[in-house]
């Protein structure tokens, strides 16, 4: 009967994985192909989009699964929070996959006008689904996009960290998911350039596969012609520990810190009894 029950929970937090990530993904990719194939927005409502996908994700798969939705997310709390290492693996695929299914959508709704504007389904709107080194324009490396890839995603794991820990001061009235989807926002805005702020394996490879199948021949490769897939998977995986870190270093390890250790002006614990 346990095993039962237990088997039965996993499946219900990947399913909410799946689902979580998915939502993120159409909301990401579909602004995207509205904005590179469509003309219609720009990079701002590239960002607020993804910000807004990501915070309506976490509403939907938080309450089940923790809404991860992101393997770089749930690597970082199996080393620092105690996540059980023996459910990285099914996580992570339950992500991908949300993310490869959103992403088939996001290719099958824009049909007509990707093969209006890139008709051989090219470099040119492969941005739509994966990211570029330099978003496919600007001179950057693939080293240069790795090193954004592990700046960035070591900003995400290191607030979300922040925002999540009950010992700190995270935002109450179920606040969290929309201050998570700011911080998209605000990545988005500030480490865009470089490497287009995948920060997300699942959201970098589940579209990238997707736009393969259905007819980018290059989708593995960069503007270069260099295989590239391989960034948006490492780079992520290393920030997210990095920033994990980072937070367990300066802030984490230093708390609770109880009523009479506060000088003024500073935010008291919070009260565990409420």
Not at 100 to 124: C, M, Q, S
Not at 214 to 221: E, H, K, L, N
Request: proline content about 6%; aromatic content about 10%.
């Amino acid at each position: 009967m346990a095993e039962h029950t237990s088997r039965r929970r996993l499946v219900g937090e990947l399913s909410a994985e799946f689902l979580g990530t998915m939502i993120l993904i159409l909301f990401g990719c579909g602004v995207v192909a509205q904005v590179v194939a469509a003309g219609l927005g720009d990079h701002d409502s590239i960002a607020w989009a993804w910000g807004f996908g990501v915070m309506l994700g976490v509403y939907v798969a938080a309450r089940i699964s923790g809404a991860h939705l992101n393997p770089a997310v749930t690597v970082a709390l199996a080393c620092f929070a105690g996540f059980s290492w023996k459910k990285v693996l099914p996580y992570a695929l339950a992500q991908t996959a949300g993310a490869f299914v959103a992403a088939l959508l996001v290719r099958w709704n824009y049909t007509e006008v990707l093969a209006k504007v890139d008709p051989g389904h090219t470099i040119k709107t492969q941005g739509v689904f994966s990211t570029l080194p330099g978003n496919g324009s600007l001179p950057v490396s693939e080293l240069g996009a790795l090193r954004d890839q592990i700046i960035g995603t070591a900003i995400l794991v290191l607030v979300i960290f922040a925002i999540t820990d009950l010992l700190s001061t995270p935002p109450g009235a179920n606040m969290a998911p929309l201050i998570i989807g700011l911080l998209v926002v605000a990545i988005g805005m500030a480490w865009g350039a470089d490497a287009g702020y995948a920060i997300n394996p699942a959201r970098d490879l589940g579209p990238r596969l997707a736009s393969y199948i259905t007819g980018y021949g290059t989708a593995w490769r960069d503007q270069y012609g260099n295989l590239y897939f391989w960034v948006p998977i490492v780079g992520p995986l290393i920030g997210g520990v990095v920033g994990a870190a980072l937070y367990r270093f300066f802030i984490s390890r230093y708390l609770p810190i109880t009523p009479d250790e506060l000088e003024p002006g500073r935010v008291p614990e919070p009260d565990a009894t409420k």
